[in-house]
């Protein structure tokens, strides 16, 4: 009788993908990564990677080679707002996440996948719902009527109704799930596609203390973040549920002011830093996740604070700096 389960982890070079393989080893997975890289900070734990593209449909039928009993599809187009709402990355973005997902779905449902996750984003919620910092709303029923911000969100909302119509139409069981703000140690710090607390973070390390850093915008903005483990804590419970398939959202209600998160970030690296506020790409003017949801059908909420999870990422960010002077 086989009692080893199989999973497939498709963008295994990124952030969460490669943090998510880890996880599913540990609990006992014969794991198959596959992405375009390899993990940029460490080695990948996947029983088998496969440097893939899956735009190509043939990647595609090649990593489906059986009937998985978990595939995780986690690969986009992506980055922080530098590379989001600049505009000049919308065409790339749509084509190639949506090519991915159209891909994963048609040759997944004939692989027979027995359980698939779709990794959605808080992007999706309109636009016209997070105007007020202090009360955003994202609750998973307000999508709609639906006016995401940018081209990003608008992709991954397209293709939480492919999952959903392969579900419907063919029996695939998806699972779908809206992350907010995932961050942590690994994940971009530099190069323009880092987020808010990545970036954050390596201008108060490299900064000398009574300086300054610069930030985006007046630093008003509101948003929730999610440390790592937490969020694929919410990930394997909503793959582990029998009969609760989301969308769900999956993100902290803890909600600070991008000034804030960079004070908290200052307190851990025992510096005082002057903000000096800069013209730059925003996002809307307040987001947080909304987990009455998910505590109702999942008995599940992210617990840590943020300021656990920024201090180990400032600490791991802070030795990324120093490595890199040091070669």
């Not at 600049?86 to 997944?108: C, P, R, W």
């Not at 016209?128 to 994202?138: A, E, V």
């Not at 994940?187 to 108060?204: F, H, M, S, T």
Request: proline share 5%; glycine share 10%.
């Amino acid at each position: 009788m086989r009692t080893e389960r199989f999973a497939l982890v498709c963008g295994a070079g990124g952030f969460i993908g490669s943090h998510l393989v880890s996880r599913l080893k540990s609990e006992g997975f014969w794991v198959r990564g596959v992405d375009i890289k390899k993990p940029e900070f460490s080695e990948s734990t996947a029983d088998e990677f496969v440097i893939g593209d899956l735009r190509n449909p043939l990647v595609c039928q090649k990593v489906l080679d059986r009937p998985f009993d978990e595939v995780y599809q986690l690969a986009a187009d992506m980055g922080g707002a530098g590379y989001i709402f600049t505009k000049d990355h919308d065409a790339d973005v749509m084509h190639n996440s949506a090519t991915v997902n159209l891909n994963m779905v048609f040759y997944g449902q004939k692989a027979g996948v027995k359980k698939i996750f779709f990794s959605s984003s808080a992007c999706i919620y309109a636009e016209y719902n997070q105007m007020d910092p202090d009360n955003p709303k994202c609750s998973e029923d307000s999508a709609y009527p639906a006016m995401p911000d940018s081209e990003y969100g608008w992709e991954k909302l397209f293709s939480e109704r492919l999952y959903l119509s392969f579900r419907r139409n063919y029996g695939l069981n998806a699972k779908i799930a809206r992350f907010h703000n995932v961050y942590g140690p690994e994940g971009a710090w530099d190069g323009g596609r880092e987020k808010a607390p990545a970036a954050l973070c390596r201008k108060v390390a490299q900064a000398t203390d009574g300086g300054e850093i610069e930030m985006w915008g007046d630093g008003k903005q509101t948003r929730s973040f999610l440390y790592i483990d937490q969020c694929l804590d919410g990930v394997r419970r909503l793959m582990d549920s029998p009969d609760f398939n989301g969308p769900v959202n999956i993100g902290s209600e803890e909600m600070v002011t991008i000034n804030q998160l960079a004070e908290m970030i200052m307190e851990i690296a025992g510096k005082k830093l002057r903000i000096h506020h800069i013209p730059g790409p925003l996002g809307v003017k307040g987001r947080k996740s909304d987990n009455k949801l998910i505590r109702e059908k999942l008995r599940w909420e992210p617990t840590e604070p943020l300021s656990i999870g920024l201090g180990k990422t400032y600490r791991w960010i802070e030795r990324q700096i120093v490595n890199q002077k040091g070669s």
